[in-house]
């Protein structure tokens, strides 16, 4: 990997780490799949003026489609209805998980191959979750913590997913499942959640500097920079940076959030880090197509 991307991989990593203390406090303010609905329309209002429609690769659209199901009411609504149920540094954590399922949906959607040490990388990364749901907090959250499982599960489908595509403008392929999301995230508010409305215009300036932290920074940045690397490298080499989100994710609960951690939180997220760096540090590192190579 080259120095540029390096560097990029790292900034992109922080963003998403500290997103989640932003995140948690955002969704304190409005129901959050409403704030999920807001996030991405920022999103779209950001960016759908420079890619018309006209300009859309035909092939793309079902892409689009695609990403805005499960990036953007999937995973984001998910995971925004489960960070509000607990710590950020546990939902950091939890959302490791999305490290062996990217792991499983590769093996399953682009053909590619993992042995043994990879296998016990998942096991392990798996028993440090259930050691971390074993905590006492966390446990009398687990309705959160299922939102934050089928979160992860779509992170990783994703991850996978977007390989498939080959060569693609991720800022175009944003702008456009940003669009697809936002009445798909007010339908599932409208449905699910109430007083929504009442509690944006509520809401202090600060909700909103979040929800463009969320949008510009978050999904803008930090997802535009992921997916532009995955597109050039393989799983392998892009998914250890992915071990920076829990640590940064956490010591942001702990800085700005004051939140406490017990020895069940550190052993679980201790674990869950170990299983993916088993997985992707002991596993054969291949190069896909569209990489340049180290």
């Known amino acids: 990997m080259s120095p540029r991307d390096l560097a990029l991989a790292v900034i992109a990593t922080?963003?998403?780490?500290?997103?989640?203390?932003?995140?948690?406090?955002?969704?304190?303010?409005?129901?959050?799949?409403?704030?999920?609905?807001?996030?991405?329309?920022?999103?779209?209002?950001?960016?759908?003026?420079?890619?018309?429609?006209?300009?859309?690769p035909p092939g793309l659209w079902r892409g689009v489609l695609v990403f805005s199901v499960f990036q953007g009411l999937l995973h984001h609504g998910a995971m925004y209805i489960g960070i509000r149920g607990v710590d950020a540094a546990i939902g950091s954590i939890i959302m490791q998980?999305?490290?062996?399922?990217?792991l499983l949906f590769a093996w399953w959607l682009l053909g590619e191959k993992f042995g043994w040490r990879r296998s016990m990388g998942l096991l392990v990364a798996f028993a440090g979750v259930a050691i971390l749901i074993g905590e006492p907090d966390v446990w009398a959250a687990n309705y959160f913590v299922t939102f934050l499982i089928i979160s992860a599960l779509c992170w990783g489908f994703v991850n996978a997913y977007v390989k498939r595509l080959g060569e693609v403008n991720i800022l175009q392929l944003t702008a456009w499942y940003a669009v697809f999301a936002v009445p798909q995230l007010l339908i599932a508010s409208a449905v699910f959640e109430t007083g929504q409305w009442d509690a944006a215009m509520a809401a202090p300036l600060q909700f909103w500097a979040l929800i463009g932290f969320m949008s510009l920074g978050a999904t803008i940045t930090a997802y535009g920079i992921w997916y532009y690397?995955?597109?050039?490298?393989?799983?392998?080499?892009?998914?250890?940076?992915?071990?920076?989100?829990?640590?940064?994710?956490?010591?942001?609960?702990?800085?700005?959030?004051?939140?406490?951690?017990?020895?069940?939180?550190?052993?679980?997220?201790?674990?869950?880090?170990?299983?993916?760096?088993?997985?992707?540090?002991?596993?054969?590192r291949t190069v896909s197509p569209n990489?340049?190579?180290?």
Do not use: C
Not at 291 to 294: A, Y
């Open 229 to 284: 690397l995955i597109g050039r490298y393989s799983m392998a080499h892009m998914v250890p940076f992915a071990l920076l989100n829990p640590v940064i994710g956490a010591l942001s609960g702990i800085i700005l959030l004051g939140e406490n951690m017990t020895w069940e939180k550190i052993a679980g997220g201790v674990i869950v880090l170990v299983g993916v760096a088993i997985i992707q540090l002991r596993g054969k």
């Open 97 to 102: 998980l999305g490290t062996p399922f990217a």
């Open 291 to 294: 990489s340049s190579g180290d």
């Open 14 to 56: 922080l963003i998403l780490g500290v997103n989640f203390a932003v995140v948690k406090v955002a969704v304190g303010y409005a129901p959050p799949v409403f704030v999920t609905a807001l996030r991405f329309a920022f999103v779209s209002l950001a960016l759908i003026w420079f890619f018309p429609p006209s300009k859309m």
